[in-house]
């Protein structure tokens, strides 16, 4: 049982109430004025209309648990039973699309290699790909753009201590002038120890500078760290689909 | 001789006519659920088939599996989990226009960003060949080194992905908020993002006709505006039949 004096209601919600009054007071005040009553109207009417208009979505439940993707045990109908085939048919001419053996996936934006083999991830590794940069040769006016191409290639040769052929843009790039003899333009050991040839002069090779591996530095190549090109070398044969995106 | 003859004719029309009646029992009719919702999906693995066969990219959003994934030829190189699937439809005063029939039925092409990813890439002119006069515009020292992805774009929430058919994917972070945008864009974003909703609701700009809405991670929907590539396609499965 309480021993605290009993308070009247009234008195303690005096100043509430005195507010709720004055607030009572001063809206009729308005409300008694057309225009305003007008206002009010127009802007609660525009306000309820703005609020109706735009998008109006829903929610896609997941699947109940009970939900099986299997086909039912008999199809309602011969067309259903046409169907549920050809389905299936479908749905595995699409699961054959995954590369059964190794397969290589690069994500040329944020400079990272995959390399898969089924669905299951090998190794993943930083790499760099093209840097985008323009290069414009002052006299002769060409221009060159470096970006690592998109679409899914193969590797179509494989190469242990590859030589690099340097191509014009090479030079033009380090201001030198641009060798008569084939011979000059070959460089020894900037690739690494391995380049898988995926076309259009393309590769995926080591580099001399590790360091700036997961940065977008490249002329197009891929350039991978020694230690996972070694595994990539290991397990990519000819014939290794690439994806680049 | 002629009894037998009639008997075996009444038994030949009572069986034409119980075949007959039996006949729209198994027939496939419009009204089979389980035969449309079958020729809804072989109709949809049909147009993701010839998808794969092309050598564009797409995203697989699968509606009902939660995923969106970054596809090529079939084989999806990015998986994205999604925490939530909306799709939906411009209202107007609380009355919405229906997206017509089978509308997620086709494949939609030639997505883009909106906003816009921005590049800015680094033009270099080559520095004259040893022994000549310097070029005059050649850059004076060697190109800086590149930002990564991380560094150079900033990433809206929501951002858009908008197909040819007037059907665009939304994409927002889970948690909200963009990367490496200030509040002030944050709130720029907020506020064009209303105004452009309103002005799709009203027929006005964009004639957009159905917005699919997926969250992603944040880390998630980052690396899918960074990396998206160009006039990507779009394909939804498992979206609940209406």
Redesign the interface.
Known sequence: MSTEPEVPEGAREGPALSIARRVAATTGALLRNRGVRVAAASTALFLL??A????????????AADVSVSP?AK??????AR??A??QR??A??RR???RGT?I?I?????RLRLMKGEETVLEAPCSAG?????????GGRVW?FDTP???FEVLSRLANPVWRKPDWA???E????PKDPGDRLEYGSLGEYALYFGNGYMIHGTLYER?L????SHGCIRLGREPLREVWRLAPLGT?V?I? | MRARDLLFLFALAALVATRGAAAPA???TAD?P??AR??G??ER??H??DL?SG?G?YLRLD????RLS?T???????DYPAS?????????????RGPGADWDAMPFSKGRLEPERE?D???????????KTP?P??SPSP?P??????ETYSVPSPYRIVFAERVSLEVRSKGGGGRNRSAVQRLADAIRL?LA??A???GLGAKERV?L?VTLEADDAA?LY??L?PDVGLIVV???PR
């Open positions: 209309a703005l109706g208009t735009g998008w109006d979505f829903r929610a896609v439940a997941p699947p039912p199809p309602a109908s011969r067309e259903a169907l549920l050809e389905r479908l749905e001419a699409l699309k995954v590369p397969w996936v994500d040329q934006t944020h400079n840097s985008g940069m323009v290069l414009k040769e002052g006299s753009v998109r679409g899914r030079f033009v790039e201001g030198e002038a641009i700036l997961g940065r977008p530095v689909p994806y995106y | 198994s027939a496939p089979d389980e035969t079958l020729r999906q072989v693995l049909r993701e088939r794969a050598k990219f509606a009902s599996g939660r970054l090529l030829q079939g084989v999806a190189l990015d939530g699937v909306e799709w939906g439809v411009p209202e107007v005063l609380f009355v919405n590049r890439r680094l033009e270099v002119v080559a520095p004259a060949p040893a022994g070029e515009e050649a190109p080194v590149p930002k990564s992805a991380e209303r909703d309103l799709t609701a009203l917005r809405r690396s960074r990396s590539p498992g979206l609940p």
